[in-house]
């Protein structure tokens, strides 16, 4: 059998060419560019815009057997819209089989709810219609309807492992209750294959899914723990996740589409019994073993992770552990020593580089942690601190608006923190600034957040570092200041766990505290 194959470079579409010439049929791909082609004995590529259709595709298709339709986009562009993609590409390939003489068309759509939604979306609106079009074409059709589809470069495992490695909190879409049912892209285009070569499949449709019904939420609960990573599902109204989807969408690769959304959010399931008794299908689960063999390779989202734990933590936080029993008399000691000598000056520099005198030998003397190696400069560890202070300076910036317009006394109270600066010679404060930074890292990142995390994990460690510093600027009286010390404090402290790197935390201290008090942005 000679097969056109339309979206043959695509991801279902490469499975399906491997599949027919696995089979012995002859395959003539059809794409509009070069982009996934893979040359194979027995495979022709033929570069035809399937959407446009017309004499091209007719010539294109002349001579073949049957048409395979993969089409689909997960997002409308400005060249195609789903209507034009799901359906008006239907009419041209049933058009151009027409004038070609071909017949035999097997449709590969996708599965949907239990139950139609009222409002399905564009996306599986046009699903829809572009099935009701191939019922109508005149040709001898077949429709497959796939769950999610799991398989090497699908957007389903591989954008759920760079999630889950990008962080360790999940938002489920109403909690992650629809119910889903995973199908390996192997089995879909066995389907394909089967439909092909059986004449009783001819006017028939059939739910390719998975043997399992899963929801959402064990779905990525299973992705997390075959991967190892610990994971918490946050549920999350999906209008509100939706305004978040539509910006994603902006960029090249999206990790979730508005359409994805509305699927995980519905659900996908069908009944995979007519599949397996007529085409003789029987699907495989989404077992670990696969869920690790498609994840392998796959980077956090962005390139960038925000969780603290990785591959050496034992290691690294095992050079930690012996500082925790110092924590729980350092920090009391360390607050009330502040307080004392608030009693003692009003001058703010004064008081804060008398308490670090004390404080900094103590945390160096009695907390055992691999203070060398957290202080060890490097040129990677310097581009991490300035890329850093950029993000907290204009997360400082959102966040003294929002403070500005609850509590308009704010101002009057930072007003008062700039006064600060004039309290010094301006030499002696550009020498004192990096100084009394340098200090704090060593007591409340060093000492506190690198000390609990060695116990109780980083994301506590960065909670009571931000905690003990917030409460060490109580003593200053301004609940401005005091904000502004958790925030920036749990952002150092994640930072400095997060590069295994106080130097880091430096550069990015010291940038903020200077961009703060010379261009006042707050």
């Known amino acids: 059998m000679r097969v056109a194959v339309a979206g043959a470079s695509g991801f279902i579409g490469q499975a399906t060419v491997a599949a027919l010439l696995q089979a012995g049929h002859e395959v003539v791909g059809l794409s509009r560019g070069r982009r996934g082609r893979a040359e194979r004995a027995g495979l022709t590529w033929r570069e035809v815009d399937v959407g446009r259709g017309g004499p091209e595709l007719a010539a294109a298709i002349a001579g073949c057997t049957a048409v395979v339709n993969l089409v689909g986009i997960k997002r409308p562009e400005r060249e195609q819209s789903f209507a034009a993609a799901h359906v008006a590409t239907v009419e041209a390939i049933a058009a151009a089989m027409q004038a070609a003489g071909v017949r035999r068309l097997v449709h590969v759509s996708v ?103 899963l929801t959402l939420r064990e779905v990525v609960q299973r992705v997390a723990d075959a991967i190892g990573l610990p994971l918490t599902l946050v549920p999350c109204p999906a209008p509100l996740l939706a305004v978040a989807v539509t910006a994603l969408e902006k960029l090249p690769d999206p990790l979730l589409t508005r359409a994805q959304l509305g699927l995980l959010r519905h659900g996908l399931v069908g009944d995979p019994g007519p599949a397996a008794a007529e085409l003789g299908v029987v699907t495989r689960p989404l077992g670990p073993e696969r869920i690790v063999a498609l994840a392998a390779g796959v980077e956090p989202w962005l390139g960038l992770s925000l969780r603290l734990r990785r591959g050496d933590e034992d290691m690294f936080f095992r050079t930690c552990s012996k500082g925790l029993v110092h924590v729980a008399w350092l920090v009391p000691l360390a607050i009330a020593l502040i307080w004392a000598l608030g009693g003692l000056t009003e001058h703010v520099w004064y008081r804060m580089l008398a308490a670090n005198l004390v404080l900094v030998p103590l945390c160096l003397a009695t907390v055992r942690l691999p203070w060398a190696a957290l202080w060890r400069p490097s040129g990677r560890a310097l581009l991490q601190g300035v890329l850093a202070a950029i993000v907290l300076l204009a997360a400082g910036w959102v966040g003294s608006r929002v403070l500005f317009a609850l509590t308009p006394e704010a101002r009057v109270e930072v007003a008062a923190v700039y006064g600060w600066v004039t309290l010094l010679p301006a030499w002696v404060a550009a020498l004192l600034l990096p100084l009394i930074a340098a200090a704090e890292e060593v007591v409340w990142r060093g000492a506190v957040a690198f000390a609990v995390a060695s116990r109780v994990g980083p994301w506590w460690g960065a909670g009571a570092s931000a905690a003990a510093f917030a409460l060490a600027h109580v003593s200053l009286g301004v609940p401005a200041l005091v904000v502004a010390a958790a925030g920036a404090g749990f952002f150092w402290a994640w930072l400095g766990l997060k590069t295994r790197s106080l130097f880091a935390v430096l550069v990015c201290h010291v940038l903020w505290d200077a961009c703060v008090a010379v261009l006042r942005l707050y």
């Open 111 to 213: 599965a949907g709810p239990r139950a139609e939604p009222r409002d399905p979306g564009p996306y599986m609106a046009s699903k829809r219609a572009g099935e009701r079009t191939v019922m109508s074409s005149g040709t001898d059709w077949t429709i497959l309807r796939p769950g999610p589809v799991a398989g090497p470069g699908d957007d389903f495992v591989r954008n759920l492992a760079a999630t889950i490695r990008h962080a360790g909190v999940f938002p489920a879409p109403d909690g992650g209750r629809a119910p889903l049912m995973p199908v390996l892209v192997e089995d879909v285009a066995l389907a394909v294959v089967a439909a092909l070569e059986r004449p009783a499949a001819i006017g028939r449709s059939y739910d390719v899914v998975g043997p399992e019904i």
